[in-house]
């Protein structure tokens, strides 16, 4: 057989449905394209008038007027741009997917800054209209002089009809949509009105909404406000925001009504170009822990909210905006295609928000030390995210201790060397565990307060990778940095006989007994847990329902207190066989006092708690 070649031949008629009903993914976005084009057309007659090869007389603004005639059925985009000649519209309309901004730029490249603020890239974003229209047409008259006023017609996108326009006797282009039955809901004013803000808030032309039934009523009234915003904040320079503008905006575009803590001006022009703001909101508890709202734009035009593969999924618990032309959407602009370049661009936010944190914490501390409480979680959740943005902030990630003071994890080993080296004890309960504090600071000891829902992981993460550091909860054991330095006074003998007074009425609540000379005397006995099986325990119960193969309970040592009165006139009765009742009687109730300063007890443990109390009222009484 003989080498074949040729070109691949492709049907309007097979293709066309394709590009219609299946190309973009929402219904709405035939106005975003519409309205982008119509900022096309205006972008390029203002480049033309700027290189001197067009006239501006200045006899209007730029603009782009939305008007719904719901008597007719239409949805008419009207622009004051560069307009078409008929030789145009077959080149640009006639052939599908042939870019009228690309072949703008290429043809004046040369002549043009770096800055391209051409939206469209693909030529399709026009047809994007016959989603929703049983007929479109276009009046159009070129910025050239003398140009002919031209009328394209389309039933179906396939056949048209070109003619002479009868409306069209000012520079710019009409595209009036008659609208299919089933896409009514867009002769609704607000409707219209909404889908225009949603991705059209920050186009750089002024676009207006006019409806039949308003047009004479208003002729004599005030001038129309545009709908958008054409000179959004993220597009000014960092130096020439104030404060007050940048909560306004947070304020306008998110409708929230509480101020932010503070913002990242996101500024950059090389290797990519990268503008936008992003705020970090202050939660009112960790509950409030959902996504927030990260707008990405593309040339002002929206695209969506939260596109993971750009904003990092830990930034998107912020609220915020991202506009990057650079971005290698994929033809509907509704999402990105695979592009290493996208992979910097998030690399390089995740950077800009480590620098923003390095900066607060060296030049703002007291500040700082206000939002950490706010922004503790976040932070976290973004190091246990991305191990590459904690080796960025690993050094000003805070930690509040029981005296109230924000500190480092480097501070508390330092300050703690001596007396514990390189084991860092935390509160999870200030409230429960309020006597292990309290025995703390007795000591001149410190811990930090971790008591969030994300601090079991964060505490296994920081163990990871700050080798030789561990975490002890404070009622884990901490018989070491507790007891007196000076010798025990009782002999082993003593010490077992009393951990045998114990042993016996226990009734299986402790696994363990040891008798210490703690420095506070009024504590007869504290309950000490293990860390790694009250971790085991926890892990077990967060999944729930799951065979992990073994059952975990938590390890509790009763350390006695050879200091308290109590002990020491139990372990003088101890022979004192008429008071057997008595002794294990108190034995019982010193135990769950233990128990009960470290966590509830169950219910049948405290009706035993509640009975016992009640019965050693009585024998006081009684005396």
Known sequence: MSVQKGNISIHTENIFPIIKKWLYSDKDIFIRELISNGCDAVSKYKRLV?????????????????????????????????????????????????????????????????????????????????????????????FIDDAEPVRWVSEDGLEFEISKSDTKTQRGTSITLYLDD????????????????????????????????????????????????????????PKDCTDEEYKDFYR???????????????????????????????????????????????????????????????????????????????????????????????????????????????????????????????????????????????????????????????DYKEVTKDKHENKV???????????????????????????????????SFIEYKEAGTTFNRIDSDISDVLKNKDESKLSDDDKNKLKELFKQVSEDKVNDYSVESLKNEDVPAIILISEHTRR???????????????????????VINENNTMIQKLLSLRDSEDKKEKIDLICKQIIDLALLSNKELDPEELEGFIQRSNKLMSMIISL
């Not at 026009?126 to 276009?138: A, E, G, P």
């Not at 410190?446 to 992981?457: C, E, M, P, Y």
């Not at 085991?536 to 009763?558: C, P, V």
Request: with cysteine; hydrophobic share 35%.
């Open 50 to 142: 700027s290189l001197g090869e067009a006239k501006d007389n200045g006899e209007n603004e730029y603009k782009i007027i939305v008007s719904i005639n719901k008597e007719e059925g239409t949805l008419c985009f009207t622009d004051n741009g560069i307009g078409m000649t008929a030789e145009e519209i077959e080149k640009y309309i006639n052939q599908v997917a042939f870019s009228g901004a690309e072949d703008f730029f290429n043809k004046y490249k040369d002549k043009m800054d770096e800055a391209n603020d051409i939206i469209g890239h693909f030529g399709l974003g026009f047809y994007s209209s016959f989603m929703v229209s049983k007929k479109v047409q276009i009046d159009t008259k070129s």
């Open 252 to 410: 306008k575009v998110f409708h929230s009504f509480d101020e932010p803590l503070f913002w990242i001006h996101l500024n950059v022009d090389y290797p990519f170009n990268l503008k936008g703001i992003l705020y970090f909101p202050k939660l009112n508890n960790e509950f409030e822990l959902v996504e927030g709202k990260v707008k990405l734009y593309n040339n002002q035009v929206f695209v969506a909210d939260n596109i993971k593969e750009v904003i990092p999924e830990f930034l998107l618990l912020l609220k915020g905006v991202i506009d990057c032309p650079d971005l290698p959407l994929n033809v509907s602009r509704s999402f990105l295609q695979n592009d290493r370049d996208v992979s910097k661009i998030s690399k390089h936010i995740v950077k800009k928000v480590a620098d923003k944190l390095k900066s607060l914490f060296k030049n703002e501390r007291e500040e700082y030390n206000k939002f950490w409480d706010d922004i503790q979680v976040f932070i976290k959740y973004g190091c246990l995210k991305d191990e590459g943005f904690y080796d960025k902030i690993k050094d000003y990630v805070l930690f509040k201790d029981i005296q109230g003071n924000y500190i480092t994890l480097d």
């Open 425 to 459: 004890f935390y509160v999870s309960d200030e409230k429960q565990q309020s006597q292990y504090i309290k025995l703390f600071k007795e000591r001149n000891l410190n811990a930090v307060v971790l008591d969030s829902n994300i601090d079991n992981h964060f505490i």
């Open 536 to 558: 085991m325990k926890e892990m077990q119960s967060r999944f729930a329902g799951m065979d992990l193969g073994m059952n975990f309970n938590e390890e509790k040592k009763l």
């Open 182 to 237: 089933d896409s009514k809901e867009f002769l609704n004013e607000y409707e219209v009105r909404s889908i225009i803000e949603k991705y059209c808030s920050f186009l750089p032309v002024e676009i207006y909404l006019e409806t039949s039934d308003k047009k004479e009523d208003d002729e004599n009234e005030a001038k129309m406000e545009p709908l958008n915003d054409t000179n959004p904040l993220w597009l000014k320079s």
